[in-house]
């Protein structure tokens, strides 16, 4: 059976005044991401934690086939492994309708992409849309990758099920 193994380091565990939360808090960067995407408005992924986060995997971390709970990700490389750790996606699946996703987990990867992520690549992405995976990491060098999250919808947050499995915990809730 596969299992996703990796460690993360969550929005609110990042320095206030470090360059990840400096980038993802400009108004320069949400603009340019959306007039990238050419939409008229675009918005900071609502959940506390993975709004911005870096995902460290070691030898041996993969994360299995998944959809992203928000529509866009900016992922910046900071540091690739030895071998593997590649970044597999069949872009836009989900449109393609539940026979090409059976396909895509039995095996057949007809439409899938190496997605060439070298340390300093930034990709911009639609992981709602589009499945993918990290391959198993290989070597004692730790693939490190900064992940930017936006969503078309004010407010868009992941489900607490997704948080205590990404994050191991839930945010303070506060009193109405
Ligand atoms: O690390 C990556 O390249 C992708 C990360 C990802 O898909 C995720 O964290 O959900």
């Known amino acids: 059976m596969l299992y996703d193994s990796l460690e993360v380091l ?9 360059a990840l939360r400096t980038l993802y808090e400009s108004s320069e ?10 939409l008229a408005e675009l918005f900071h992924y609502g959940d506390p934690f993975g709004a911005l986060n870096v995902s460290i995997m070691r030898d041996g971390d993969m994360l ?7 529509d866009f990700v900016v992922s ?3 540091q690739s492994a ?4 590649d970044f597999e996606n069949a872009p ?14 039995a095996g057949d990867h007809t439409r899938v992409r190496i997605e060439p992520m070298k340390a300093g690549t930034l990709m911009l992405f639609n992981g709602r849309q589009s499945m993918h995976r990290v391959s198993p990491i290989v ?10 999250a936006y969503d078309t919808k004010a407010g868009t947050d992941s489900t607490d099920e997704l948080k205590l499995s990404r994050y191991g915990r839930l945010p303070e809730r506060r009193e109405a």
């Open 64 to 70: 299995d086939w998944h959809f992203d709970m928000t």
């Open 10 to 18: 969550a929005y609110d565990q990042l320095p206030t005044a470090g």
């Open 82 to 85: 030895e071998h593997g750790g």
């Open 29 to 38: 960067m949400l603009h340019f991401i959306r007039r990238c995407l050419g």
């Open 139 to 148: 070597g004692t060098t730790p693939r490190y990758m900064a992940l930017l």
């Open 76 to 78: 910046i490389a900071l």
């Open 92 to 105: 836009m699946v989900r449109a393609a309708g539940e026979e090409a996703i059976s396909a895509l987990l």
